[in-house]
């Protein structure tokens, strides 16, 4: 490739940076052109290094979502994406909506991890797929307290979701399905849609949209 993607990469931890940039540099694609280990060191690579690509790793001191935040709102034109070693969904969202444009868990191999950063060069943001429907599910609850739906209706709308039939639901949740169908009106009218197909669609359309550029999630 004559013009490589740039990236640029902060980890904490010296033996494992030098395994990441070996990886990354393994593609012809990919070229690291700044490392760091600090705080400080994110914000002076994301302010003084042309960059297309900043892989940072959230448990650098420092760091956090907050500096996520700055650095995805500064005028550092890199695409911000994040490595880690937590799996937890709230993180996953947080992170996305601080404007990270892809999560990626440690264990990454060296073939995804270039994969990865691939995609969101091409505009595309990405998820470790094993957190993507987890992550999307957390963002269908999050909508869902948005419109004002109770905590049943919620567990409803999730098991609905899922394909589940009325009377499936009202085994899962221990009612039955006349009390299930009453949910179903009431989620329906919050959500303004006519049915439970419209009801995922628009579930599913909604989460997205909460994070900017509307996050499409891998399958």
């Known amino acids: 490739m004559r013009n490589p993607i740039r990236v640029g990469l902060v980890v904490n931890h010296p033996i494992f940076r030098v395994g990441l940039a070996k990886a990354i540099g393994a593609s012809e ?10 705080a400080a060191d994110a914000f002076r690579i994301a302010d003084n290094t042309r960059l297309d690509i900043l892989l940072l790793e959230i448990e650098v001191p420092g760091i956090g979502v907050g500096a996520v ?3 995805a709102q500064a ?12 799996d937890d969904d709230a993180l996953v969202i947080d992170a996305l909506q601080a404007g990270a444009r892809g999560y990626l868990l440690k264990d990454v191999t ?7 950063i691939e995609c969101v060069h091409r505009g595309e943001p990405h998820i470790t797929p094993s957190l993507a429907a987890r992550a999307l599910a957390r963002l269908a609850i999050r909508r869902a307290e948005l419109v004002g739906l109770t905590a049943r209706e919620q567990q409803v709308l999730a098991y609905l979701s899922q394909g589940l039939t009325n009377r499936e639901i009202g085994l899962k949740l221990g009612i039955n399905t006349k ?6 009106v009431l989620l329906f009218a919050k959500l303004g849609v006519r049915n439970r197909v419209e009801a995922a669609a628009m579930l599913g359309k909604g989460s997205s949209s ?10």
């Open 110 to 116: 060296g073939t995804d991890l270039i994969r990865a």
């Open 210 to 219: 909460m994070v900017s550029d509307e996050i499409r999630l891998p399958h």
């Open 75 to 86: 005028k550092c034109k890199a695409r911000v994406m994040v490595l880690t070693a937590s």
């Open 29 to 38: 694609n990919l070229s690291v052109v700044a490392q760091g280990q600090t």
């Open 69 to 71: 935040r700055s650095i």
């Open 179 to 184: 009390t299930v169908k009453h949910h179903n």
